[in-house]
């Protein structure tokens, strides 16, 4: 039986779609032009690793020691100090989690970022995919969300205990937790080829977190 850190490594896990996402987990880390830059959940260390080629300063963080993360943490009780990040990402986490524990994780990224957090989790809402090519234009691409879509009851598969699109999470009470978590949305998308969904946060200047480590 292959471990947990083994699939991480092999096709199926490894889609095209899956590449395309890791496009985006770098490009909305990398764009800030961040000194210092936490990334919670190491996975296959695609973007960590690319993103320490370029020469930015990246520090991993994971529940699990065999994953070998630079310190090995929660993200509910992180060991880090308020604010000592540019840039915490936090990709294909947090829907490892049961929802009741989303709002605490939330507040502790706020906490340790200095103003850029980036998230993203699955979201299987039904989609039409429309791609288009204009000369002159470009391409024009466009997601689209199926009319009289039934919201199916998510099941714990193992892995995942909740997903956007899913019975009771919808995208619009996934937003309403992230701003009453401290944070202002700059932008919100769904990568086209693949279904991670992208939060792009800032940290609200007024923001009062529980606690300062």
């Not at 947990?4 to 395309?20: Q, T």
């Not at 993203?120 to 199926?146: A, C, H």
Request: with cysteine; proline share 4%; net charge positive.
């Amino acid at each position: 039986m292959k471990t947990e850190k083994e699939s991480y490594f092999e096709f199926p896990y490894e889609k095209k779609g899956r590449f395309a996402s890791y496009w985006h987990q770098i490009q909305e880390i990398a764009e800030t032009g961040p000194d210092t830059i936490l990334e919670i959940g190491v996975g296959n260390r695609f973007v960590s690793n690319y993103l320490t080629s370029k020469g930015f300063g990246v520090v991993t963080m994971d529940i699990k020691a065999n994953f070998h993360p630079s310190i090995c943490g929660s993200i509910v009780d992180t060991p880090f100090k308020s604010g000592c990040f540019d840039v915490v990402a936090c990709y294909e986490v947090l829907e490892h989690l049961p929802y009741k524990v989303f709002p605490n994780a939330l507040k502790e990224l706020c906490r340790i970022a200095k103003n850029r957090v980036v998230i993203s989790v699955p979201d299987s809402t039904s989609m039409y995919r429309f791609w288009i090519q204009i000369p002159k234009i470009g391409d024009i691409q466009k997601l689209i969300s199926l009319p009289f879509k039934r919201e199916r009851l998510h099941v714990f598969d193992g892995e995942h205990y909740w997903e956007i699109g899913r019975k009771g999470f919808a995208v619009k009470k996934i937003k309403e937790h992230i701003r009453a978590c401290g944070f202002k949305i700059l932008k919100t998308y769904r990568v086209f080829e693949f279904y991670h969904r992208f939060f792009v946060l800032e940290k609200r200047m007024n923001t009062i977190t529980n606690h300062e480590k």
